[in-house]
Nanobody
């Protein structure tokens, strides 16, 4: 069964850090572009960061970031553990949201069809 399970959310003060994890079940992980999205209640889900599989090109893994998180967030993946991470540093009030993991398999249009259940990040003093 294909599944994504996020963890690592919680309450943090402004300026603090959190590390989100997303563990994938299934054979798709190694060939999928993995991404983190976030959604604030009443607003559209937005792309935070993505990382390609690195398996299909000589360039290796390619990462992209929303402008609002560049320099503060880092996405990475460990294919041996079927896990993608989002290290979030210097968190701001506006980073508070539900964060979702997404897998986009080859030939799929972003976002892929497979989503995790989401993990809440709250930034408050």
């Amino acid at each position: 069964q294909e599944q994504l399970v996020e963890s690592g959310g919680g309450l943090v003060q402004p300026g603090g850090s959190l590390r989100l994890s997303c563990v994938a079940s299934g054979r798709f992980f190694g060939i999928s572009t993995m991404a983190w999205y976030r959604q604030i209640s009443g607003k559209q889900r937005e792309l935070v960061a993505s990382i390609s599989s690195g398996a299909m090109t000589r360039s290796g893994e390619i990462t992209t970031y929303a402008d609002s998180v560049k320099g503060r967030f880092t996405i990475s993946r460990d294919n041996s553990k079927n896990t993608v991470y989002l290290q979030m540093n210097n968190l701001k009030h506006e980073d508070a949201a539900v964060y979702y993991c997404n897998a986009r398999q080859p030939l799929e249009v972003a976002p892929g069809r497979l989503w995790g259940q989401g993990t809440q990040v709250t930034v408050s003093s």
